[in-house]
Antibody, heavy 121, light 111 residues
Framework: QITLKESGPTLVKPTQTLTLTCTFSGFSLSTSGVGVGWIRQPPGKALEWLALIYWNDDKRYSPSLKSRLTITKDTSKNQVVLTMTNMDPVDTATYYC?????????????WGQGTMVTVSS | QSALTQPPSASGSPGQSVTISCTGTSSDVGGYNYVSWYQQHPGKAPKLMIYEVSKRPSGVPDRFSGSKSGNTASLTVSGLQAEDEADYYCSSYAGSNNFDVFGTGTKVTVL
């Protein structure tokens, strides 16, 4: 059974850097075709794709946020970390991590429960 | 990369069908057969309902179907049930530089 869980601060100040960790089980990020992505959703608004890392360390970023995002993986710890710099109140959102596999190309088949991050001074 | 365009809302009575559109461009929806659909109930994480335009993951009822014509993809929910009331989002691969893009979301109401 695949599960993912996001963790990190619930409150960050403007201009600070946000670090979120996705801890997963039930799969290995060293398996060919597997990836973990990050998606966010501001309150009452739509989903927004942020970043993705594949088993081979291929990394992809949203063009509009690329300069602020970094995604890394620690295969031994079954974790994926997303950092976002220069946080702003508009970055207030629920942040999800999700599993991707070549069985469901370019889709996220399993999602974490999400973690709410508020940006405020 | 702009979000894919969906109607804000759609509705139908129990047993009826509802179809949601998802309009993009030739750089995303029209260019690849990698459109996905997600169902999201309030306060919950999204759930994958359709992938590769029209394929259903195991466990998703066959009342849910997907299709695509040109730059527009569609999700049809047949035989509407109360539990189908949720927000629905489409997503498409948008090429190696832009990767994935989500739609604006559609709230489906079961009357």
């Amino acid at each position: 059974q695949i599960t993912l869980k996001e963790s990190g601060p619930t409150l960050v100040k403007p201009t600070q850097t946000l670090t979120l960790t996705c801890t997963f089980s039930g799969f290995s990020l060293s398996t060919s075709g597997v990836g973990v992505g990050w998606i966010r959703q501001p309150p009452g608004k739509a989903l927004e794709w942020l970043a993705l890392i594949y088993w081979n360390d291929d990394k992809r970023y949203s063009p509009s946020l690329k300069s602020r995002l970094t995604i890394t993986k620690d295969t031994s710890k079954n974790q994926v970390v997303l950092t976002m710099t220069n946080m702003d109140p508009v970055d207030t959102a629920t942040y999800y991590c999700a599993h991707r596999t070549s069985y469901y190309p370019y889709a996220f088949d399993i999602w974490g429960q999400g973690t709410m991050v508020t940006v405020s001074s | 990369q702009s979000a894919l365009t969906q109607p804000p809302s759609a509705s139908g009575s129990p047993g009826q069908s509802v179809t949601i559109s998802c309009t993009g461009t030739s750089s995303d929806v029209g260019g690849y057969n990698y459109v996905s659909w997600y169902q999201q109930h309030p306060g919950k994480a999204p759930k994958l309902m359709i992938y590769e335009v029209s394929k259903r993951p195991s466990g998703v009822p066959d009342r849910f179907s997907g299709s695509k014509s040109g730059n527009t993809a569609s999700l049809t929910v047949s035989g509407l049930q109360a539990e189908d009331e949720a927000d629905y989002y489409c997503s498409s691969y948008a090429g190696s530089n832009n990767f994935d893009v989500f739609g604006t979301g559609t709230k489906v109401t079961v009357l």
